[in-house]
Structures are given as structure tokens and as C-alpha cells.
């Protein structure tokens, strides 16, 4: 079945970075767009970040633009959020997502607390 699990997340530092991972799982990883999401207290689930099944194009919320990267490595079935410069308000549970033609599936989360 298809699965995706997010790791990486952790507390650091106003100014600090974090490496985010998604190991997917249970479809053709190579052939899907793979999303990005975050999810602050109280507040709406948002779109982070996107990266085509090739890898060749992204594209990012404004406010992580420069400072967040999206990647993937289709050999190991993984994708990747770096992220850098992180400030308090970037606090929040990170998703990452897929659309297949099955259906649209989540992974469980990674907290992410940047904070002094």
C-alpha cells in the first residue's frame, strides 16, 4: 500500500536549519509530483512546496522562497525539504503529499519548533 514517512523534524534555533525527509513508498515514486505542506497551531493546513516527478521544476510559498528547498532522489524513493533561515512563524507540522490516479495520500508529519 502506498506510505509516506516524513522524519527530520525537531527544534532548532531562530536562524538554524533542518533537513526534512519522505520516504515513499508503495507506488512508482519516479512517476508523481510530490507536495510539501505545513500546519501551524490553530491555523489551516498550507502549501509549502512542489517538485515534478523529474525534479526539473519547483515552486514555493513566498514566504519560504530563498529560503527553503525542495528535493528529490528517485533512486531511493525520497524526498527532501531544506530548509534554512528558519524563523518562529515557520513552526508547524510538516506533510509531505502525493496525488495518484488512486487517490490523494499524506504522510503522518514531522513537528518542526524553531524557537530560542
Known amino acids: 500500500q502506498v506510505q509516506l514517512v516524513e522524519s527530520g523534524g525537531g527544534l532548532v534555533q531562530p536562524g538554524g536549519s533542518l533537513t526534512l525527509s519522505c520516504a515513499a513508498s508503495g507506488f512508482t515514486f519516479s512517476g508523481y509530483g510530490m507536495y510539501w505542506y505545513r500546519q501551524a497551531p490553530g491555523k489551516e493546513r498550507e502549501w509549502v512546496a512542489t517538485i515534478v516527478s523529474t525534479g526539473t521544476n519547483t515552486a514555493y510559498l513566498d514566504s519560504v522562497k530563498g529560503r527553503f528547498t525542495i528535493t528529490r532522489q528517485n533512486a531511493k524513493n525520497t524526498l527532501y525539504l531544506h530548509m534554512n533561515s528558519l524563523k518562529p512563524e515557520d513552526t508547524a507540522v510538516y506533510y509531505c503529499?502525493?496525488?495518484?490516479?488512486?487517490?490523494?495520500?499524506w504522510g503522518q508529519g514531522t513537528q518542526v519548533t524553531v524557537s530560542s
Open positions: 503529499k502525493t496525488v495518484l490516479p488512486i487517490g490523494t495520500y
